[in-house]
T-cell receptor, first 112, second 117 residues
């Protein structure tokens, strides 16, 4: 059973469109992270959310942590080709010192 | 931000040979490093936790005798894939944990693409 379920698995959109991707679980977490990974490279941390209901903005990216700290969403406004990549959510399993566990990711393709 | 490097970035080897991959934290010390494996179109799967000065902790299903991990210093961990076979072909990514008080953040290396012929 996958600890984190990400949806959609694939998303292909045109430049300028908005999109939302989701990360869901039945477990409660003290924090959740979003990463972006480009082909042939390691993942790069985008944000960490720690408080239920928290909203963080990073330019055109808006991250929200669910009130119950079981799920999170990433919304991208006016997507650009440079946003193309694999978006991964991750949580620490087993407390703040636990191992980082990743979801399967959403592969986003933004066409010019 | 902190930088983690990996060497080599890609390697092609013959079946049956061994391959060593290095992971270095360039501007910080890391008592803990992690090794992940990522197959095409899949997410990162944790293989093992590398602890400086002690034995690595392997995840279930990962053969410790096949994937040898050595964390000899606070800035270097190595993963050796012994007697590699084509099914070991994958993208291997390491990460290192930066501890700053109660705050911990993992920084990832750029990955090593291993192809076993």
């Amino acid at each position: 059973t996958q600890l984190l379920e990400q949806s959609p698995q694939f998303l292909s959109i045109q430049e300028g469109e908005n999109l939302t991707v989701y990360c869901n679980s039945s477990s409660v977490f003290s924090s959740l992270q979003w990463y972006r990974q480009e082909p042939g490279e390691g993942p790069v941390l985008l944000v960490t959310v720690v408080t239920g209901g928290e909203v963080k903005k990073l330019k055109r990216l808006t991250f929200q942590f669910g009130d119950a700290r079981k799920d999170s969403s990433l919304h991208i406004t006016a997507a650009q080709p440079g946003d193309t990549g694999l978006y991964l959510c991750a949580v620490r399993y087993g407390g703040s010192q636990g191992n980082l566990i990743f979801g399967k990711g959403t592969k986003l393709s933004v066409k010019p | 931000g902190a930088v983690v490097s990996q060497h080599p970035s890609w390697v092609i080897c013959k079946s049956g040979t061994s391959v060593k991959i290095e992971c270095r934290s360039l501007d910080f010390q890391a008592t803990t490093m992690f090794w992940y494996r990522q197959f095409p179109k899949q997410s990162l799967m944790l293989m093992a936790t590398s602890n400086e000065g002690s034995k690595a902790t392997y995840e279930q299903g990962v053969e410790k005798d096949k994937f040898l991990i050595n964390h000899a210093s606070l800035t270097l961990s190595t993963l050796t894939v012994t007697s590699a076979h084509p099914e070991d072909s994958s993208f291997y990514i390491c990460s290192a944990t930066l501890h700053a008080g109660s705050y911990n953040e993992q920084f990832f290396g750029p990955g090593t693409r291993l192809t076993v012929l």
